[in-house]
């Protein structure tokens, strides 16, 4: 029997994801199982979050860290941010597992094995305490509140995507007004509720779904939104605008098919299970989707953006600048695949920054000063 049956073969995965590094790190202490992956440094060092998850398999983490951190190397690209890509994933030994100082302690001493190339922040399971936390034992974390900065990322990233859909509103040949239009929402978490309040704020009517009864009676209550009810599927209602602001993988053939909507536009990250297929079969059904990354980058922007060393002002304006960002790659994909066209839009910012970053002897990237 081998040794390592169901392990899948690491480098090559890597390799078809164009991977530059993933590490894998085991806490005796606290049992912490972490992996880090850097999807890419060509335009600087990566920020993402750290998703802690109860994976059914170590193949199942490392498959998530891959694809969401190859998503953030496009999400920064495509935001025009002087940043990689890269996430972290934490395999928690069960769904109750409750987050500790001493866990996140461990999370943040592997973080800064990488001397800041990879700056870890919050994800699913992870709050700014936590991310202080981790910032006790390294200074490349953001969004904590007291030992680290930036805070919750989610109200920037409703934003961002609030922009996103006007845009998906003028790309669509519409007014960009909300006072007329209902807008479906999977998932009044962090995002989707604020989302959820700036649309009732615009005028829209909301119709929410979370599986979570209280978090949806909250944004019933608190919003005026309306409840779906248990016989109805959230994804066949007749909406102006579908927002998937809760999982991954929800636009797949079958629910796709059974789309009632003119636009998609939400806050969660890789939407589409099958990114190449699923991109073609929405723009065949005449649905306009906003790509993932490009809509939910408020929150990354705002992060990296003090990481940077922006102003508030600048930041702000970056948020705004999603509205045409969206705009601009829904006009590049000249009635196909929007996802495929925003994946070469955000190619093409890292070749000419990469170009650039070469132009200009900027070094190893790393912040040290160094001319190599
Ligand atoms: P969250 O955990 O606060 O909220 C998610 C909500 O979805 C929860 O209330 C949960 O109960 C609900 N949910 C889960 N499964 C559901 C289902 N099948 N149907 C309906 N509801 C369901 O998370 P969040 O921070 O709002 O993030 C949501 C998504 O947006 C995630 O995919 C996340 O990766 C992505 N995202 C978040 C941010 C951010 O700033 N928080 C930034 C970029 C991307």
């Known amino acids: 029997t081998p040794r390592f ?19 894998f790190h085991h806490d005796a202490k606290t ?5 880090i992956a850097i999807h890419s440094t060509a335009l600087g060092n990566a920020l993402g979050g750290t998703r802690r998850w109860a994976y059914a398999s170590e193949n199942d983490a490392l498959f998530d860290v891959l694809r969401l951190s190859e998503g953030m190397t496009y999400k920064a690209a495509a935001s025009g941010l002087a940043m990689g890509g890269a996430k972290s994933v934490i395999i928690m030994p069960n769904a109750g ?47 904590g509140n007291t030992v680290s900065h930036g805070g919750d990322p989610s109200p920037f990233t409703a934003l ?6 006007k845009a998906c509103l003028a ?12 807008v479906a929402i999977q998932g009044c978490g962090a995002t989707g509720f604020k989302l959820a309040k700036l649309l009732r704020q615009a005028g829209a009517a909301v119709l929410v779904t979370d599986v979570h009864v209280p978090t949806m009676k909250r944004a019933v209550e608190e919003l005026g939104c309306v409840a779906l009810g248990n016989d109805k599927n959230l994804f066949e209602e007749k909406v102006d605008i579908l927002a998937p602001c809760a999982l991954g993988g929800v636009l797949d053939a079958k ?13 969660a990250n890789n939407q589409l299970r099958n990114p190449n297929e699923d991109g073609e079969a929405l723009a065949k059904r005449g649905i306009l989707y906003s790509p993932d990354f490009v809509a939910n980058a408020g929150g990354l922007i705002r992060l990296a953006g003090l990481y940077l060393g922006m102003t508030e002002a600048e930041i702000d304006h970056k948020i705004t600048e999603i509205e045409h960002t969206t705009a601009a790659v829904l006009a590049q994909s000249g ?9 070469a839009f955000a190619k093409a910012k890292i070749a000419a920054g990469a170009a650039k970053k070469q132009m200009a002897g900027a070094g190893c990237g790393a912040g040290c000063g160094c001319k190599a």
Request: proline content about 3%.
């Open 171 to 182: 790309h669509t040949g519409r007014k960009v007004d909300f006072s007329n239009l209902t």
């Open 160 to 165: 961002g995507c609030f922009n996103s859909m």
């Open 255 to 267: 629910t796709i098919a059974g789309l009632k909507c003119q636009i998609v536009c939400g806050t």
């Open 335 to 343: 009635g196909g695949s929007t996802g495929a066209a925003a994946i």
């Open 31 to 35: 049992g912490l199982k972490a992996i």
């Open 5 to 23: 049956p169901v392990v899948m073969n690491v480098l090559e995965e890597m390799q078809s994801y164009g991977h530059e590094r993933v590490a």
């Open 97 to 143: 597992h409750q987050p500790t100082e001493a866990e996140a302690r461990a999370m943040g001493r592997f973080v800064d094995t990488f001397a800041g190339r990879y700056i870890a922040a919050e994800d699913v399971g992870v709050s700014p305490q936590y991310c202080d936390w981790m910032a006790l034992e390294t200074k490349h974390v953001m969004g």
